[in-house]
């Protein structure tokens, strides 16, 4: 990768970690009492989103600081898993992949694999 390639993947990196950095996320999960069930039933629904926005935002960020370091450190496009070179087009595509494209298949492969079935039913485990 040359370092005009890096540069623009660093500033791109900068970029979406500035734009994904949530605001004030305690308001969008704040319990607020409500008078009746269907309010109450609402309410919980539209939590449950904001809580899975904010963990898929947090896990955004975790890999754009990642993929910041390493640049940094002079590992940035080397697959963690294998340790093979990315391809340069998927590190312009997705600046924070860590993975190569098959280690990546590989992974959500297995990801998969491991989910209960009731995930796929749309059934939630209990808490």
């Given at each position: ?6 540069e ?11 734009n ?13 009492p ?10 919980a629904?539209e ?13 955004l ?42 280690c ?11 989910r ?11 808490a």
């Amino acid at each position: 990768m040359t370092k005009a390639d890096l540069e623009f993947c660093r500033k791109t990196l900068e970029a979406c970690l500035k734009n994904t950095v949530p605001g004030d996320a305690g308001e969008s999960i704040r319990v607020n009492p409500v008078a009746d069930l269907a309010d109450m039933t609402r309410e919980a629904a539209e939590r449950d989103l904001a809580i899975e926005l904010l963990d898929r935002d947090s896990a955004l960020v975790r890999r754009l600081r990642s993929a910041l370091d390493r640049i940094q450190d002079g590992s940035y496009g080397i697959c963690l898993e294998c340790g093979e070179e990315i391809a340069p087009r998927r590190l312009k595509a997705m600046p924070w992949a860590e993975l190569c494209l098959r280690c990546q298949e590989r992974a959500e492969v297995a990801a998969v694999r491991s989910r209960p079935v009731s995930a796929y039913l749309g059934f939630r485990r209990a808490a």
